[in-house]
T-cell receptor, first 111, second 114 residues
Framework: QKEVEQNSGPLSVPEGAIASLNCTYS??????FFWYRQYSGKSPELIMS????GDKEDGRFTAQLNKASQYVSLLIRDSQPSDSATYLC???????????FGAGTTVTVRA | NAGVTQTPKFQVLKTGQSMTLQCAQD?????MYWYRQDPGMGLRLIYY???????DKGEVPNGYNVSRLNKREFSLRLESAAPSQTSVYFC?????????????FGSGTRLTVV
């Protein structure tokens, strides 16, 4: 079982809709969780981080964490064509230096 | 504000050739990392350096070596390139390593081994 699992997509949503991305992780010692956005041919860019159970909002992005279910999600509200990218979920265990990444979910926002 | 700088951006090697990928960060970060990204595989850790003077293997270290030259620079060397090492290589850095900070990535090196 991979440490971090994401649906590869593609996830296609109409402009203005909510895009919902899911990520599950296998290690209960995981403490820090991150969402990166990666445009085609570019490097990953950090957009959200979350460490406690519950929701964290930043502009149009909301990250949700449920450690009991080993599940973290990202909601993109009012999706725009500029949100079309691959979204990477990353997880860090407590006391560890390295991040483990999922394979990414590709999102396409159609006008 | 350069952040993390990688060179070269593109490289074509013949099987058996060697090369060094360079990475430098100007954010005074302690930890640095080398990942490779392949279609459908996500980012896989090759080596990392938790702090100046230390290096550790990641998930896919075979065929690679690294040097943490100083706090700013972390290089990745391919001693004898193989077609399986065709990939996009990303260098990244983070301030504290084990804390709640994420990575800052360089722009990547696209390597093709023929």
């Amino acid at each position: 079982q991979k440490e971090v699992e994401q649906n590869s997509g593609p996830l296609s949503v109409p402009e203005g809709a909510i895009a919902s991305l899911n990520c599950t992780y296998s290690d209960r010692g995981s403490q820090s969780f991150f969402w990166y956005r990666q445009y085609s041919g570019k490097s990953p860019e950090l957009i959200m981080s979350i460490y406690s159970n519950g929701d964290k909002e930043d502009g149009r992005f909301t990250a949700q964490l449920n450690k009991a279910s080993q599940y973290v999600s990202l909601l993109i509200r009012d999706s725009q064509p500029s949100d079309s990218a691959t979204y990477l979920c990353a997880v860090r265990m407590e006391g560890d230096y390295k991040l483990s990444f999922g394979a990414g979910t590709t999102v396409t926002v159609r006008a | 504000n350069a952040g993390v700088t990688q060179t070269p951006k593109f490289q074509v090697l013949k099987t058996g050739q060697s090369m060094t990928l360079q990475c430098a960060q100007d954010m005074n970060h302690n930890s640095m990392y080398w990942y490779r990204q392949d279609p459908g595989m996500g980012l896989r850790l090759i080596y990392y350096s938790a702090s100046e003077g230390t290096t550790d293997k990641g998930e896919v270290p075979n065929g690679y070596n690294v040097s943490r030259l100083n706090k700013r620079e972390f290089s990745l060397r391919l001693e004898s390139a193989a077609p399986s090492q065709t990939s996009v290589y990303f260098c990244a850095s983070s301030e504290a390593g084990t804390g709640q900070d994420g990575y800052t990535f360089g722009s990547g090196t696209r390597l093709t081994v023929v």
